[in-house]
């Protein structure tokens, strides 16, 4: 079974609510994905115009909101387009949850065009994201948006 389909198989899984579920496919991604050091879903939060973290797998992070246009998450918020740090260090409107990240990619979640979220994933090695760390997360996203509640309130 590849990622997809086990990520697949985890929305498939109706006992566990759409939280949980989240918080299972990063588990599964930070295990089978060696340069994932953390993995999180933001979910965009309109009224307050920020993003909330509703789940991640790795060490705790101070960045459970992030305001729209801050940091790297919160860039991906306006701009709806992927984003792949080589080296965090190099950039000057970067949020740091911990100094061993070194590198990071941020994809975000479109329903009709309409940014509900991202995925964040950092790594503790410069240079860690590629094209197929992009298409794996380009997929990954497409499926959160296939079993995305319509009745989801953050
Ligand atoms: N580095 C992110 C903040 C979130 S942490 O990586 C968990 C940013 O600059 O938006």
Same mark, same amino acid.
């Given at each position: ?24 496919? $990063? ?28 789940? *991640? ?15 790297? $998450? ?19 409107? *970067? ?11 941020? *994809? ?38 296939? *079993? ?7």
């Amino acid at each position: 079974m590849d990622i997809i389909q086990k990520v697949r198989k985890i929305f498939q899984q109706n006992e566990l609510d759409f939280k949980r579920q989240l918080q299972n496919v $990063c588990a599964l991604l930070k295990t089978q994905k060696e340069h994932f050091d953390w993995v999180g879903f933001y979910l965009v939060d309109q009224s307050k115009k920020n993003l909330r973290l509703v789940a *991640y797998s790795g060490e705790p992070t101070q960045h459970e909101r992030i305001p729209f246009g801050k940091g790297i $998450c919160g860039q991906v918020a306006e701009s709806n387009q992927v984003f792949i740090v080589p080296d965090v260090a190099a950039e000057n409107n *970067y949020l740091s949850c911990s100094p061993k990240v070194k590198s990071e990619i941020v *994809y975000p979640i479109l329903i009709n065009d309409k940014n509900v979220g991202q995925i964040d994933i950092d790594s503790h090695k410069k240079n860690a994201f590629d094209s197929n760390d992009e298409r794996l997360l380009k997929n990954i996203c497409h499926t959160v948006t296939k *079993y995305f509640p319509s009745n989801f309130v953050i």
